[in-house]
C-alpha cells in the first residue's frame, strides 16, 4: 500500500509539473491565435484588380483590418527607402531639426511638408525623399481609385466656404513627415509604446515599413495584425477615422472602412534608430462634406472641428498608457502630430497653438511650459497640466535662467486670461498690440506702444471736438449742403474706429497700457474738451455718439434733428 501511494503521490507530482510547464506554452498559442499578419497585394495586382473592377476581396479588408501592404514596388523605390532609414537620422540632427520626448522617453525628430505648403526636402535625402513621393503619388492613384468605386463618388464629394467647386476623394490634400526615432540611453522601460494605440483623423494613411521595429495594428475584433514580415518594397496603407466618421458619415458607405487603430512600441533595448516616411490624405480645414447625407441635414462639419476636436472611441487601450514619469517628457505623440500639423518645421503644437521653438539649445530637449513652470498641456501631456494659460511656450528644459533676462517669453497674447497683468516678466506672454505683427517683446516696442496709446486716447478726444466744431459751422465755414454733411459722416466713422480701438487696448488687461490709455483720454479731454457738456457715457467707444445737449440759439437746424432723438431739446433750449 505504501509502494502504492507512492507511485500515486509521483504521478501528481509529474503531472503538476508538466501541466507548469504546457501552461506558458498555451498562454502564447492563445496570444499567437489573436494575432494575424497584415493582407499583402502586389502593385501590379492591386493595379489589375482596380482597373477590372474585381473589388469584394479588397472591399472585405478594409472592412474588417481597414489596412493594407502594397508589396512588389520598383527596385528604386526600395533602394531609396533603404538610403533613407541609413542617412536620415544623422541627417535631421545635422540640420538641428526639433527633438522630442516620447511617451517611452525615446526622442524623435521630424521633417514636416505638405501639398498646398511644400517645403524643400532636406539635401542629404532629397534624391531618395522624392523618390518615395513619387512611387507613393503611383499608389495614392490606385487607392484612390479603390476607395472611390467601394463607396461610390457620390458620397465621396466636398467642398470648401471660400470656394463652392465640388472636389472628391481624389483631389484631397496631403501631408508628409519623416520621423526619426531613437532611444534615449540609460532607460530601461520597454514596457510602454513609443506612440500608443490609436486612430489618425486624416482620411487616409500611407507609411513606409520598418521590418526591424514594426507598426502594429488591430483589426476590428481587436486582434493584433502584425506587419513584421512587410519588407523594403512595400508600403502600409491605414485607413484614417476622417474618412468614414467625417467624409461618409450618414450614408451607407461609412461602414465599409475600418479606422485602424494602431501604434509604435517602445524602442528601448530594440534598435539604434527607427526612420519611416508618412503620408496623411487631408482636405483643407474649411472643407465640409457635399454628399447627399450632409446636404439633407444641412448642416456643415468642417474638417477642422472634426480634425481637432475628434475623441478616441473604443477600449482602453486606444488611450495613451499612463506613464506620470515619461509624460513629463512626452511634449508630443510621434502619430498623434499627424493631427496638428499645421505647425512649420520650426514649430510645435503646445496648448492649442503652433509655438516657435527655441534655437538656443538645437541638442537639448525642449519643453511646452507656463511662466511658473509647471508643464502645459500638449497630445500627449494630458493631466496635472496647465490649459487656457497664455503664457504656454516652449523652452530649453535644460535650464530656465535665461527668462531673467527678458523682457517677456516672446510669443503673444491679445489679451491676459488672469486679469490685469504688468509687463517686465521673461516668463509671461508679450502683449499683442491691435494687429498680429505688433507684438510689444522688448522694453523698446512696449515703451513706444505705451506713447502710441497716449497719442491715440488724445486722438480719440480731438476728433471729437473736430467734429462738434464742424457740426456747429464754428469752422471751415466755407464747405456747406453735401461737402459739409459727408465730413460729419466720415469723422463720426473715425470717432467709432478709434473709440473701438481705445477699447480693444484696455481690453488685453495690460496694467501699463491700460493706465496709458486712461493718460491719453485725459489729456485728450482737457486739451479739446473741457468746455463741452458732459456726455452721458464716458466709454471712448460710445463718446463718438454724444451730441451737444446744450445748444445755442441761432442753431436750429441742429436743434431740429438732435430733437428727434432726445425729448428734452427743448428744455435745455429755453435754459
Known amino acids: 500500500k505504501l509502494i502504492l501511494l507512492d507511485s500515486l503521490?509521483?504521478?501528481?507530482?509529474?503531472?503538476?509539473?508538466?501541466?507548469?510547464?504546457?501552461?506558458?506554452?498555451?498562454?502564447?498559442?492563445?496570444?499567437?491565435?489573436?494575432?494575424?499578419?497584415?493582407?499583402?497585394?502586389?502593385?501590379?495586382?492591386?493595379?489589375?484588380?482596380?482597373?477590372?473592377?474585381?473589388?469584394s476581396s479588397l472591399s472585405s479588408i478594409l472592412s474588417s483590418q481597414g489596412s493594407l501592404a502594397v508589396t512588389s514596388l520598383p527596385k528604386d523605390y526600395s533602394q531609396a527607402v533603404r538610403n533613407i532609414k541609413r542617412s536620415a537620422p544623422a541627417c535631421?540632427?545635422?540640420?538641428?531639426?526639433?527633438?522630442?520626448y516620447l511617451p517611452d522617453g525615446s526622442q524623435r525628430r521630424t521633417f514636416a511638408s505638405a501639398s498646398d505648403e511644400q517645403e524643400d526636402y532636406p539635401d542629404c535625402i532629397r534624391e531618395d525623399s522624392e523618390t518615395v513621393a513619387k512611387h507613393l503619388d503611383t499608389v495614392d492613384v490606385l487607392i484612390s481609385r479603390l476607395i472611390t468605386d467601394i463607396a461610390g463618388p457620390e458620397n465621396l464629394v466636398w467642398k470648401t466656404q471660400n470656394d463652392q467647386k465640388m472636389r472628391n476623394f481624389s483631389?484631397?490634400?496631403?501631408?508628409?513627415?519623416?520621423?526619426?526615432?531613437k532611444p534615449v540611453e540609460g532607460?530601461?522601460?520597454?514596457?510602454?509604446?513609443?506612440?500608443?494605440?490609436?486612430?489618425?483623423?486624416?482620411?487616409?494613411?500611407m507609411i513606409t515599413p520598418f521590418q526591424e521595429h514594426p507598426l502594429q495594428m488591430k483589426n476590428k475584433m481587436g486582434e493584433i495584425v502584425e506587419t513584421g514580415e512587410i519588407g523594403e518594397d512595400a508600403v502600409l496603407i491605414?485607413?484614417?477615422?476622417?474618412?468614414?466618421?467625417?467624409l461618409l458619415r450618414g450614408t451607407k458607405s461609412s461602414s465599409k472602412f475600418f479606422p485602424v487603430p494602431h501604434a509604435v512600441p517602445s524602442l528601448v533595448n530594440d534598435v539604434s534608430s527607427r526612420t519611416v516616411f508618412a503620408r496623411m490624405k487631408v482636405v483643407p480645414m474649411d472643407a465640409y462634406p457635399s454628399n447627399l447625407a450632409a446636404e439633407e441635414k444641412k448642416d456643415r462639419n468642417l474638417f477642422e472641428q472634426f480634425f481637432h476636436d475628434v475623441k478616441q472611441a473604443g477600449s482602453e487601450e486606444l488611450c495613451p498608457i499612463q506613464k506620470p514619469a515619461h509624460q513629463q517628457l512626452a511634449?508630443?505623440?510621434?502619430w498623434s502630430a499627424l493631427k496638428t500639423e499645421e505647425c512649420s518645421h520650426s514649430q510645435a503644437y503646445c496648448w492649442m497653438n503652433c509655438l516657435e521653438l527655441p534655437t538656443t539649445c538645437p541638442q537639448s530637449p525642449v519643453q511646452c511650459s507656463n511662466s511658473d513652470s509647471k508643464p502645459c498641456c500638449t497630445d500627449t501631456v494630458t493631466e496635472d497640466c496647465e490649459a487656457m494659460d497664455q503664457s504656454c511656450h516652449w523652452e530649453c528644459q535644460a535650464s530656465n535662467d535665461t527668462t531673467e533676462d527678458k523682457f517677456c517669453n516672446g510669443y503673444g497674447t491679445d489679451m491676459y486670461m488672469q486679469g490685469f497683468t504688468a509687463s517686465g516678466n521673461g516668463k509671461d506672454a508679450c502683449v499683442i498690440l491691435l494687429f498680429k505683427s505688433w507684438v510689444l517683446d522688448t522694453r523698446t516696442k512696449f515703451g513706444l506702444g505705451c506713447v502710441g496709446v497716449i497719442l491715440l486716447g488724445v486722438a480719440v478726444e480731438g476728433l471729437l471736438c473736430l467734429r462738434r466744431q464742424l457740426q456747429s459751422r464754428r469752422i471751415l465755414l466755407r464747405i456747406s449742403g453735401v461737402t459739409r454733411r459727408v465730413s460729419i459722416v466720415l469723422l463720426f466713422g473715425l470717432n467709432i474706429a478709434s473709440g473701438y480701438l481705445a477699447m480693444l487696448v484696455a481690453m488685453t488687461y495690460s496694467v501699463e497700457l491700460f493706465i496709458c490709455m486712461v493718460i491719453?483720454?485725459?489729456?485728450?479731454?482737457?486739451i479739446f474738451n473741457t468746455e463741452a457738456a458732459v456726455g452721458e457715457s464716458v466709454d471712448p467707444c460710445c463718446a463718438s455718439q454724444r451730441d451737444n445737449g446744450i445748444l445755442k440759439k441761432d442753431d436750429y437746424s441742429t436743434c431740429e434733428v438732435i430733437c428727434e432723438k432726445y425729448a428734452e431739446c427743448d428744455t435745455n433750449l429755453k435754459l
Not at 520 to 526: E, K
Open 9 to 55: 503521490l509521483q504521478e501528481i507530482k509529474y503531472r503538476l509539473t508538466m501541466w507548469d510547464t504546457l501552461v506558458p506554452v498555451l498562454m502564447l498559442l492563445i496570444t499567437v491565435s489573436q494575432s494575424s499578419n497584415i493582407y499583402q497585394i502586389g502593385l501590379s495586382e492591386l493595379s489589375s484588380l482596380v482597373n477590372s473592377n474585381r473589388l
Open 92 to 100: 535631421l540632427e545635422q540640420l538641428n531639426y526639433p527633438q522630442f
Open 171 to 181: 483631389t484631397a490634400l496631403f501631408k508628409e513627415h519623416i520621423h526619426v526615432y
Open 187 to 205: 532607460l530601461n522601460d520597454d514596457s510602454g509604446y513609443a506612440a500608443p494605440f490609436h486612430t489618425d483623423n486624416g482620411l487616409l494613411l
Open 238 to 246: 491605414l485607413l484614417a477615422s476622417g474618412l468614414p466618421q467625417w
Open 331 to 334: 511634449l508630443e505623440s510621434s
Open 520 to 526: 491719453g483720454l485725459v489729456v485728450g479731454h482737457a
